[in-house]
């Protein structure tokens, strides 16, 4: 079964998967990768925030 007809429907679902959809889909790869925590060994202090210290003035 196919979602468009062969034509000018085919031309324009192509051109918004390739234009639209597949860019969107490596940004939100590209994004969530970085999200991830570092994996690299030997790294002095996580970038997370959890090796600051707060002094509260009381």
């Not at 196919?2 to 031309?11: D, F, I, K, V």
């Not at 590209?30 to 030997?42: E, I, K, N, Q």
């Given at each position: 079964?196919?979602?468009?007809?062969?034509?000018?429907?085919?031309?324009?679902a192509?051109?918004?998967?390739?234009?639209a959809?597949?860019?969107?889909?490596?940004?939100?790869t590209?994004?969530?990768?970085?999200?991830?925590?570092?994996?690299?060994?030997?790294?002095?202090?996580?970038?997370?925030?959890?090796?600051?210290?707060?002094?509260?003035?009381?």
């Open positions: 079964m196919e979602t468009s007809q062969p034509g000018p429907e085919l031309a324009t192509v051109a918004m998967a390739v234009c959809e597949l860019p969107m889909a490596a940004l939100c590209v994004l969530a990768v970085r999200a991830l925590p570092s994996r690299t060994r030997g790294k002095s202090s996580d970038t997370d925030g959890s090796d600051l210290q707060v002094n509260a003035a009381t």
